[in-house]
């Protein structure tokens, strides 16, 4: 099994910033994507953003240009950081992990989710 531990959500006024931490632990032979989606109320779930076991990432139109998505393979965390926050940031934000065991089994585990707002 796969654990996943995020940090780093809040209150933060409209302009501010955040940095988001998704560290995993567990079963892991190795992460092959790690992503950041997010769900606002009454509102679908999307994807923040994505960074694939190349280095290549990808993100929501929503956020492109304002978030960064980066990982450090040595401690098998993702981070996101998020400038220039607006109140339709406002979500509960929650990590996505695709992973393989030692015995190249597969599987996909979710974060808890952690609330950001953005409001004066």
């Known amino acids: 099994q796969v654990q996943l531990v995020e940090s780093g959500g809040g209150l933060v006024q409209p302009g501010g910033s955040l940095r988001l931490s998704c560290a995993a632990s567990g079963s892991i032979f190795r992460i092959n994507v790690m992503a950041w989606y997010r769900q606002a109320p009454g509102k679908q779930r999307e994807l923040a953003a994505i960074?694939?076991?190349?280095?290549?990432?990808n993100y929501g139109d929503s956020v492109k240009g304002r978030f960064t998505i980066s990982r450090d393979n040595a401690k098998n965390t993702v981070y996101l950081q998020m400038n220039s926050l607006k109140p339709e940031d406002t979500a509960v934000y929650r990590c996505?992990?695709?992973?393989?065991?030692?015995?190249?089994?597969?599987?996909?585990?979710w974060g808890q989710g952690t609330q950001v707002t953005v409001s004066s």
């Open positions: 996505n992990v695709q992973t393989v065991n030692g015995f190249g089994y597969r599987s996909e585990s």
């Open positions: 960074i694939f076991s190349d280095g290549s990432t």
